[in-house]
């Protein structure tokens, strides 16, 4: 049986971490015998107790020169036949150093566009056997910064589509929100965080208003920049039409009563929140960056506008909440591609391959 350590330092169980548990899940069920290595507190210990042997270890970030030796410690006593590192936060250096110190082959799953030195890729890189992108634009980035093209795999982000299928409650919904029942709902799912891009929707929304007076936007995440979008919004007189939400673990109830999906971020590695979207049969407007156009079909399952263009954002935005037909169109083609594309099987299997590769016979 191939013995497999998985390696996840984020605190919390966003995107990346249930991608995790995903692939944890869909391994077990190819007879993989997973052993997860994450942070102590984090919920994906607890998610991931039925498909992994969890062990919890202080992780504090891209400084934390310990961790090699802990990781280190463990990978000698539980031997196994391969090291796959998830995350950044330190787990992608100090993992790999840990793993190498081993003679234990390695792989990185890079989830995020963001640009890094080149003197930075040849060293990080030269620590993996492979580098998996979660997108082709991702792997993209990887490669106009100098990783060896022969390192690089493309597997990308899965979404268990029956899980965001179920029917919406709206009434609960917005009674829990305190919207009007009327409203004609608009959702951002993401951190709040500058990157995400929350100021451009603002930007947009007294246009909307006006134009669409039962608009109501919800913003649903956490992050540092809550009390600055909190504080903007009672500023400008947007607190009847915009409020923040939190982190919602609940988004398979919560997107379904969606009537658009809206992502203004300015970088993006592909967008779990819009695969999601997409498999609860919602329309999405997002920016054209990253690995957006990968999760979004312009035209075909959304609307894709140029990054930080207001203008384009709000008329992308103002046009589908005129037209509850297109949205419907839109909502039923993400549905389609989501379970075609995207399904977990499909990421399992891809992973799989390139354990393969590095694992004898």
């Known amino acids: 049986m191939v013995r497999i350590l998985h390696v996840e330092g984020g605190a919390n169980l966003y995107g990346g971490a249930q991608q995790v548990l995903y692939l944890l899940q869909g391994l077990v069920g190819q007879g993989v015998d997973n052993l997860l ?56 250096v100090m993992g790999a150093i840990a793993a190498r110190r081993a003679g234990v082959p390695v792989i990185h799953t890079r989830r995020v566009d963001n640009p890094e030195p080149r003197w930075m890729v040849a060293i990080k890189y030269r620590l993996h056997d492979r580098v ?3 997108s082709e634009a991702i792997g993209d980035v990887l490669l106009s910064e100098g990783l060896p093209a022969h390192k690089l795999r493309v597997v990308r982000s899965a979404v268990v589509a029956d899980d965001f299928q179920r029917p919406c409650s709206r009434r ?62 009672d500023a400008e007189g947007l607190a009847g039409h915009a409020r923040l939400a939190g982190f919602r673990d609940d988004l398979s109830s919560v997107l379904p009563c969606l009537d658009l999906l809206v992502h203004p971020a300015l ?18 407007v997002a920016s054209a960056v990253g690995g957006i156009p990968e999760a979004v079909r312009d035209g075909v399952t959304g609307l894709l506008v140029p990054p930080a263009d207001v203008p384009a954002l709000t008329q992308a935005i103002s046009g589908l909440l005129a037209d509850a037909d297109r ?21 399992v299997a891809g992973n799989l391959a390139v354990y393969r590769e590095l694992l004898p016979g």
Do not use: N, W, Y
Not at 57 to 78: C, E, K, Q
């Open 327 to 347: 949205r419907s169109r839109l909502g039923a083609a993400g549905r389609e591609r989501i379970q075609q594309e995207f399904s977990p099987d499909a990421m």
């Open 132 to 134: 998996i992108a979660i």
């Open 267 to 284: 970088m993006e590695g592909l967008g779990v929140s819009l695969l999601q979207a997409a498999a609860a049969g919602v329309p999405v």
């Open 37 to 92: 290595a994450c942070r102590i507190g984090c919920e994906l210990a607890e998610r991931a107790a039925g498909f992994a042997e969890v062990h919890t270890l202080p992780m504090s970030g891209d400084l934390d020169v310990a961790m090699i030796r802990r990781l280190g410690d463990l990978i000698r006593s539980s031997a196994p036949d391969l090291v796959h590192l998830h995350s950044r936060i330190g787990a992608d």
């Open 172 to 233: 609960r919904l917005f009674a829990g929100l305190g919207l009007p029942a009327d409203a004609v709902l608009i959702g951002v799912v993401a951190q709040l965080i500058e990157r995400k891009g929350h100021r451009f929707v603002l930007d947009a929304l007294p246009t909307l208003i006006r134009q669409h007076p039962s608009v109501q936007l919800v913003l649903f995440g956490k992050g540092p920049l809550a009390g600055q979008l909190q504080e903007r919004i």
